[in-house]
């Protein structure tokens, strides 16, 4: 089939490397406008962008898929399907219709579950031991269409949003090639996702990554990782912001108020609601991340002295 791929972070480059190597002619990509970015705030090709401009592919960047322009070029270019990872923008049925086969987007949960930007955060912060990936029918609604094909990933005790993420783009990267040569020998007939079920992921903000050290340490430990690498889990800390990496429950641990630091040989640890947590990696404003300890020993934090309480300064 020709395929036109639509994407933007890197987290899609693999579902690229995948598609260029099967059977299928790439024959363009559709990617977010070149974005300021790092210190300087100089444009930047997005990644998807980039690997295409490194092979020679043409890249089409409408500030939205709605507009004239990019609509004539696209049935123009008349492809059979348009898959889709991670793109960053509404498609209008306009621009659905234009593939004989339509769009076909790869998302990283078991739809109906997590519809939405961060599914996979949500899925390590809401304490969910199975995830996987869904290969659906673009339509209208947000991740609402139906099913062509799934995959199941367990996750692990120590995962990150980023650990995670980055598991499933490489073998939804092989769910997606086989849905497509299933949509073109004419083999695969998408199934209506179920109405029970449903639940919503939205993109997580900064507010969203204070630690709220009045729950459970379970919760702590998830909502950490649900946070890492973005945005960042944070805390308070004689009023200034501390970002922190993955903690590790530590059962059976002295009994601490929720946030109260005690540093012991090797470890600091903070209080929740039930077990306290020993800290991972410390970044305090302005600093490089260092271990806790390390930062411990910069800091000396006094007996009782605490982490903001529920992401308060």
């Known amino acids: 089939m020709r395929i036109v791929f639509a994407g933007t972070p890197a987290v899609a480059l693999p579902a690229l490397d995948a598609i260029a190597a099967s059977r299928h002619d790439l024959v363009a990509v559709v990617t977010r406008p070149d974005a300021p970015a790092g210190r300087g705030r100089q444009l930047q090709r997005s ?8 092979r ?24 059979d399907c348009v898959p889709v990872v991670a793109y960053g923008a ?16 790869l998302h990283f949960s078991l739809l109906p579950a997590w519809r939405g930007a961060a599914p996979v955060q949500h899925a390590i912060t809401h304490g969910d ?4 990936a869904s290969v659906f029918q673009l339509e209208e609604g947000l991740d609402t269409g139906p099913v062509f094909g799934t995959l199941t990933e367990p ?5 990150t949003a980023g650990d995670l993420l980055d598991r499933l783009a490489r073998s939804g990267a092989g769910l997606l090639v086989n849905v497509l040569d299933g949509i073109e020998a004419g083999a695969l007939e998408p199934v209506p996702q179920p109405h029970e079920g449903v639940t919503l992921a939205p993109k997580v903000t900064v507010e969203d990554a ?4 009045g729950d459970p340490a379970f919760a702590v430990d998830r909502r950490i990782r649900g946070c890492t690498p973005a945005p960042g889990a944070w805390t308070t800390f004689r009023g200034e912001r501390v970002k922190l990496g993955p903690v590790t429950p530590a059962a059976g641990g002295p009994a601490l108020s929720p946030g ?5 040989r090797g470890r600091v640890l903070v209080g929740t609601a039930t077990d306290p947590v020993a800290l991972g990696e410390v970044r305090a404003a302005g600093k490089k991340p260092m271990a806790a300890d390390s930062w411990a020993r910069g800091v000396r934090p006094a007996a009782g002295e605490r982490f903001g309480v529920d992401g308060a300064a």
């Open 47 to 54: 990644p998807v962008g980039a690997w295409a401009d490194e």
């Open 56 to 79: 020679g592919i043409e890249v089409l960047t409408p500030q939205r898929p709605r507009e004239p322009e990019f609509l004539d070029r696209l049935r123009e270019i008349a492809p």
């Open 155 to 159: 996750v692990k005790p120590s995962d």
């Open 129 to 132: 031991e199975l995830t996987g």
């Open 90 to 105: 509404l498609v209008p049925p306009v621009a659905l219709e234009i593939p004989r086969h339509g769009w076909v987007n």
């Open 210 to 213: 204070a630690v709220r050290w």
């Open 260 to 264: 109260e630091l005690l540093v012991e």
